[in-house]
């Protein structure tokens, strides 16, 4: 059995910051494949962040870069979203989402998956 659990979505204004937290029951360096997707009505899921959780490489969607940092503590089997300028159109909700690493790294489609949080910035 894996859960994955997201917290930290909220209501911001324009400018502000938040960080998402999401707490697995698994120890998250075994994953190996970790990222943060977000949904906003009537768009496609996109990927946002994504992450090896053994090497701690990362990828980010044009439309973060610079602005979000995905991260992960091993020791308390947690993924992190700190999120900066935030922006009216990063308004979604937000999900964690974790699977195996494959022999060509980390893939597309991800097995476990959270409830997701909402963010919202206005």
């Known amino acids: 059995h894996v859960q994955l659990v997201e917290s930290g979505g909220d209501s911001v204004q324009a400018g502000g910051s938040l960080r998402l937290s999401c707490a697995s029951s698994k120890s998250t360096s075994d994953f190996g494949c970790m990222a943060w997707f977000r949904q906003a009505p009537g768009k496609e899921r996109e990927a946002v962040a994504s992450?090896?959780?053994?090497?701690?490489?990362?990828r980010y969607a044009d439309s973060v870069k610079d602005r979000f940092t995905i991260s992960v503590d091993n020791s308390k089997n947690t993924l992190y979203l700190a999120m900066n300028s935030l922006k009216p159109e990063d308004t979604a909700m937000y999900y964690c989402?974790?699977?195996?690493?494959?022999?060509?790294?980390?893939?597309?489609?991800?097995?476990?998956w959270g409830q997701g949080t909402q963010v919202t910035v206005s």
């Open positions: 989402a974790a699977d195996a690493k494959r022999w060509y790294g980390c893939p597309d489609e991800y097995k476990y």
């Open positions: 992450l090896d959780t053994i090497t701690s490489r990362a």
